[in-house]
Structures are given as C-alpha cells and as structure tokens.
C-alpha cells in the first residue's frame, strides 16, 4: 500500500488524470462484463408463504422446469418469467389461500349425503370462504376462522353461534382497529353473529381485546382520551406561539363503575282533580195534625182531623285529587371524566435590545391570561368538578441533534442491487486495478523508455547550454531529460564521433583528467 502511494504521490498531474480515467474505464468495462457474463436477473415470485403453500409452489415449479432460487421464506425466478409463473400458478389456484371455499359443496350430491354432512361442508366453506377475504388484507400472511355453530334444540333459547380468528401478520402485530374490523368481517357473514361473539387472535401478540377488555383496562380509554385532548390544544396553541414551542400534558380520571339512579318525587301543591262525583236527595213525609184519638185511626173521610206534611233536600259532592309525581331513572355507564388536570408549558419570545443583541423574554401576563382562556374553553374546564389548569412561560432548552440525514446515493437508481453480484464486480475491479498499476504500466514505461533510447542513444543538449561536470559516469536522467529534449530538436543527429571531437574540444581539461584516470587508476591527482 505504501508503494502504491508512493508511485502515485511521485507521478505528475496530467499522468494522475490518465491513470484515474484508466481505472474509470476499467471499472466499467469489467461492470459491463459482469453484467453480460452474470446470467439472468432475479426476481422475487413469493414471499412470507406457510410452508405447505410453499412447498406446492415449488412443486409446480419442478414440473415445468423453471430456474428457481429459494432464499429463507422468499422463492426468487428468473425476472422475465415471474409474471407468466405467476399468472399460471394463480390458475391453478397457487398458492392456496385458507382453505377451500364453496367449491366444497360442488362435491356433494343428493345420494348418500345427510343433512349433518351438508351442515358440516357448508360451515367448512364458510370457513374457508371467510378466510380468503382475510387474507385479501396486504398485511395479512395467514389466517384460519373457527366457527362454533350451536345445535337445532327446542328447550334451549337465545343460543348465538360463536367465531375465533386466528391471524399472522407481516409487521408481527394487528392493531385494535384491525382486529375490531374483522370482527364486524365475521359476524356479518354469520346469521345472528354479533361483534362480540368473535375473538381476533394475533400468532405473536396474542388476544386482541374486545369492547369488554376496552371495559375492563379504563387506562387505554383515559390515553386515548388525553391524548386527543393534547393534540387539540398543541393545535390551538400553535396558531399563536408557533409549532413546537409548547407543550402540553393531559391526565384524564375517568369514571370506570356504572351507577342507576331511580327517582321518584311527590308535589303536594301541585294537585289536580282528576274526578268529580255529585249525589243529590229529596224526601217527603205526610204526619197527621191534631191529638190521637179513635177517630184518627178511622179511614179517610169517615171521620174529620187535621193532618201536615213535611219535605227534605240533601246534597252531596265528592272530588278526587291526584298529587303531581315525577319519576326518573338515570343511569351512568363508565367512561365519563371524574377529573381533569392539564399542564402548558410555552415558549417565551427572542427581544432584540437597542444595541442589536437579543434575548429570551418570558411572555406577559396578559396573553397568558388569554392563553389560559382559550385553553380552558378547548379542553372543557370545570373548576367545579375538581379541574386543574395550569399554563407557565419558560425558556425552552435546544434540542440536540438526533443524527445525519441518510441520502440516497447512486446505486439505488440502478434499481435493486445483489450484494453478492456487487462483491464479484469489486472484486473484479480491484484485481483489474492492481494489474493495471502494477503490471500493465511498468511494462509500458519500460518500453517507452527502451524505445526513446533506442532513437537518440547519444543525443546531447543543443549548443550554448551549461554542461554539468564530466566525472566519467553516465547519468540516467541526463539520458531521459536530454533524450527528450534532442527528440524535439529539429537539427538532424550528429555521428558518434563528432560529438565526442566536439565535447573534448570544448572541455579539454576535463577530458585529459578523464583519460589520465583511465590509463593510470591508482595515480594520485596533484
């Protein structure tokens, strides 16, 4: 590696950039290769199937011979066939969706079926049927449907049919809204079903609870509850003090017990006749005038006496009265606020001074006063029943950063990338990259070399240049640099020996010195 950028640090600028558009060109011409030599593409066929629909998926694959790649619980083919494998396995009715259906009763004929038999098919494509609509949902990898259907008997009343449903999800969990819509699923395909009568089970989370748990757990309802309450609030306070800046915390007492109230209350003064009775009588007696004698006891006219008559008049009414009653039966369910407490918590506001700084400001009592109004009306404040408000101005501290922002990069337009198929063309590229460094460029500077020198051996710098000093040795890069320069000399080369006459005729004394170290080696110079 050092020698690598040893060589690198020591080439010139325009050889960097013929050595970096080398490797480029490399680079893509192996990538090219890779992507020719590399076979066809892959796509995915199916994902997340049980294993018994997996497994006759991939018997049908067998029988028609297609190139398949199982990778955990997701089959892979060939990309240009996937869509014709798909469509003529859904003709076959691949893979198989919870079940069979009604195609169950198709089987059934007139002889030799019993009415427990035809009971028995119908309810298993019930079953079935209810199932495939299930498994209909994206998120949804398996589903079963168990219905508990009660026996015909006389002596037994407001019997219900009861369902289970049991699900696996892709995510590993089915949300409450999901599960209450499969139980409106089931109990509307099944007559005198009611919501309440299917349990939802999830494979990973376990049973989903119903409206009862929702009864029996009141903290979810007091959650959901305040948190409807905080959203409606930051909402509100966002439109003044900006989003982000406050803060709110709700906490809900909710009423989790029933009560019935039966009230019945009597107002004597508020009497009314309901009825009237009047009964009127007359009587009349005839008394006989005078003293009793014999002749008074005689019959009329045969003896002559006084007599006198008396008459009566009685009325009577009778009127009944009815007293005023009210009745009332109150009954209160749970789920009602015993007590509401909130907190808010606002920013204050940034106040530029006379010289230009600036400086956190809490906000006056005023707009906390209308603050607190606004708030009070939104969440429906009774002081009465206990309610707490409470709404304070302080600074808030800055958040630290969460992280970097992932971008996406270049690879991803180039679509989905086989991490495998990326190794081999790295690979690849590396192995073409050292031989192109280390291999194909000496051979190529050692031959350009050898040619140069070939051409002009003993090419020698134009007339009026300064010599460096004759020492009897011959220097490499004399021959490199000067080499390159006579290539570019116009004049034609001179002969070998001219030259030599010309360089001993210009430094005669350094040529005498050169020859005297050749004849006696040992002599020592004055």
């Known amino acids: 590696m050092q020698n690598v950028i040893s060589v690198w640090a020591g080439l010139p600028l325009r050889r960097k950039a013929i050595v970096a558009g080398a490797t480029i060109a490399v680079f893509l011409a192996v990538l090219l290769l890779a992507r020719m030599s590399g076979g066809t593409q892959k796509a995915l066929l199916y994902a997340g199937l049980d294993g018994r629909s997996a497994g006759e998926v991939i018997v049908a694959l067998d029988q028609r011979n297609a190139v398949y790649e199982v990778r955990g619980d997701s089959i892979w083919v060939d990309a240009g066939a996937r869509d014709a494998l798909r469509m003529t396995l859904a003709g076959e009715g691949l893979p198989s969706a ?163 109230i039966n009230e019945r209350k009597f107002d004597p003064q508020g009497r009314v006749a309901i009825s009237s009775e009047t009964e009127e009588k007359a009587n009349q007696a005839t008394e006989p005038g005078g003293d009793v004698t014999v002749a008074s006891n005689l019959p009329e006219g045969a003896a002559a006496g006084g007599s006198g008559k008396s008459q009566s008049t009685e009325t009577r009414e009778r009127v009944n009265y009815e007293v005023s009653e009210t009745s009332r039966a109150l009954v209160r369910g749970p789920g009602g606020i015993r007590r509401l407490t909130v907190a ?127 020492t009897g040795e011959i220097q490499d890069d004399y021959l490199v640099e000067d080499v390159e320069q006579a290539a570019f000399s116009v004049s034609p080369p001179e002969s070998p020996a001219e030259r030599l006459r010309r360089l001993i005729g210009e430094r005669q004394q350094e040529s005498l010195e050169i020859l005297r170290g050749w004849l006696d080696p040992d002599e020592e110079r004055a």
């Open 98 to 260: 919870g079940g069979a259906g009604y195609e169950l009763l198709d089987s059934l004929t007139g002889f030799g079926t019993t009415s427990q038999m035809f009971d028995a098919a119908y309810w298993r494509a019930k079953e079935g049927e209810l199932a495939r609509t299930i498994l209909a949902v994206p998120d949804v990898r398996n589903a079963r449907v168990h219905i508990a259907q009660s026996s015909a008997d006389a002596f037994r009343r407001d019997t219900r049919p009861t369902a289970s449903v049991t699900v696996t999800t892709a995510s590993g969990h089915m949300s409450a809204e999901q599960a209450r819509a499969l139980r409106h699923l089931v109990a509307s395909a099944v007559a005198g079903m009611r919501p309440e009568d299917v349990q939802v089970i999830d494979a990973v989370g376990g049973l989903i609870g119903g409206p009862e748990d929702a009864a029996a757990a009141p903290g979810t309802a007091a959650a959901a509850r305040a948190e409807e309450i905080r959203r409606s609030v930051e909402r509100l306070l966002a439109a003044r003090v900006g989003a982000g800046r406050a803060v709110v915390e709700v906490a809900v007492d909710l009423i989790t017990e029933s009560e019935q």
């Open 344 to 470: 808010v918590l606002v920013d204050g506001q940034m106040v530029m001074a006379a010289d230009g700084t600036q400086s956190w400001s809490p906000r006056s009592d005023e707009e906390l006063a209308t603050l607190r109004d606004l708030v009070a009306a939104a969440v429906g404040l009774d002081e009465a029943r206990g309610d707490v408000l409470m709404l304070k101005s302080l600074e808030f501290q800055p958040a630290p950063a969460a992280g970097t922002v992932a971008e996406a990069g270049f690879l991803p337009a180039f679509g989905p990338v086989d991490t495998m198929l990326a190794i081999q063309i790295a690979a690849l590229a590396l192995v073409a990259l050292i031989l192109g460094l280390f291999v194909l460029r000496p051979i190529l500077a050692s031959s350009r070399r050898a040619l140069t020198a070939a051409e002009a051996p003993l090419a020698l710098p134009p007339a009026g240049t300064d010599l460096p000093a004759l």
